[in-house]
């Protein structure tokens, strides 16, 4: 695992995003509430900026990235992903379609390399795939 000191300040703050996201998958507060918990509790990365654009472009666009995510699924309910799984193609996605600054490969690279950490074994190449996938779809409609 790398050390935290060599990473890249977006790396620190998707991982920031990625843990405060599943906290609000387990929580009923209110998103802005559970950013300021984790911000309360936790060493924030530098690039806040971009950590609070991410986190909220997810938020605003849970529903339409699970759309998108759930039409590249092959034998696989979307209901049976990992929590760590969902939220890390959310990300992923809002990246691709929102992000214009961030280029896609760098989305998906970053996506893979932090599920390799934080899920499971196989996750990082089913999130590579699912992302691949959803990004050469992205370039079609383009």
């Not at 998707?14 to 998103?31: F, G, H, I």
């Not at 390799?116 to 074994?121: D, L, N, P, Q």
Request: proline share 4%.
């Amino acid at each position: 695992m790398e050390n935290i000191i060599d990473q890249h300040p977006r790396r620190i703050a998707r991982e920031s995003v990625m843990k405060v996201l599943y906290a609000q998958e387990l929580n009923n507060d209110t998103p802005e509430d559970i950013l300021n918990s984790y911000a309360d509790s936790h060493n924030l990365p530098k690039d806040i900026d971009y950590m609070r654009q991410l986190f909220f472009c997810v938020i605003e666009n849970k529903i339409w990235a699970d759309e998108i995510i759930c039409q590249c699924l092959e034998n696989w309910e979307y209901e049976r992903l990992a929590i760590v799984d969902k939220i890390l193609l959310r990300m992923g996605v809002s990246e691709i379609y929102h992000m214009d600054d961030i280029p896609p490969k760098v989305s998906i690279s970053e996506m893979v390399e932090i599920a390799k950490v934080f899920s499971t074994e196989e996750s990082s190449s089913f999130v590579n795939g699912i992302l691949d996938t959803i990004y050469r779809n992205f370039k079609e409609k383009s």
